[in-house]
């Protein structure tokens, strides 16, 4: 069995839905997102650690859950071209799709089921609200945790060629670590030079994966 490990942001998307939240927010202010975009940044660069990334991150953001639904809206125009395009490919192998992020599942579930990603095959962060706000974030989730892409992929413990598709450095970790069989560069939104002497494949676009792995 052959199993394909989506990242989402950049990636599925064509923006890191985190930014886009901060955006939408009510209290938006260009100060906070300047921010937030090079924290991401550098966390995407493994410059800094992932947990304080996100940690920092959602301390700037501050939303609700209205705005969370208008992101969604946002989110929806913002699939990466060349996964709109195959949608027959992703919903034929949707059991072997398993969507791997680090953003929340609030931003990620409504978009990608209506590709055909299974429900129980997204792994995803979960924000903590307090009346409607958004407060903070399971920190007992994997995924929050620096390395936890690593510590999810081993608890998963999936027997067959794991392939992994992403943008990032934490995409990269898995293969780094031993977990994955290949990690393909994904470049159809954002080409981070630093990773990509550490990608087995660099793909423009989800079309030349689907021609690799025939
Ligand atoms: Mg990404």
């Known amino acids: 069995m052959n199993y394909f490990i989506i990242d989402y942001d950049s ?3 064509k923006v890191e839905s ?14 906070a997102q300047k921010k937030i975009e090079k924290i991401t940044e550098l966390g995407m660069e493994g410059k800094i650690s992932f ?9 700037l953001i501050k939303c609700d859950k209205e705005d969370i639904n208008k992101t969604i809206q946002t989110l929806d125009g913002l699939v990466s071209e060349s996964f709109k395009k195959n949608i027959p490919f992703l919903k034929k192998n949707n059991d072997k799709i398993i969507i791997i992020s680090s953003g929340f599942h609030e931003l990620i579930d409504p978009i990608v089921v209506k590709y055909g990603i299974k429900k129980e095959n997204i792994y995803a962060n ?27 992929l081993r608890k998963l413990n999936l027997k067959g060629k794991i392939h992994v598709i992403g943008d990032g450095y934490t995409d990269y970790e898995i293969k780094k670590e031993g977990l ?35």
């Open 51 to 59: 947990s304080e990334s996100l940690g920092k991150r959602i301390r």
């Open 18 to 31: 985190l930014d886009e939240l901060s955006k939408n927010s009510k209290n938006y202010n260009i100060k």
């Open 11 to 13: 990636t599925f998307i």
């Open 126 to 152: 979960r924000f903590l609200y307090k009346n409607q706000n958004i407060i903070g974030y399971d920190k007992n989730n994997y995924l929050s945790q620096s390395q936890g892409k690593v510590k999810l």
């Open 180 to 214: 994955a069989n290949s990690f393909y560069l994904f470049t159809e939104n954002i080409k981070r030079e630093s990773i990509v002497k550490s990608a087995d494949y660099l793909l423009k676009s989800l079309d030349q994966f689907i021609k690799i792995i025939k």
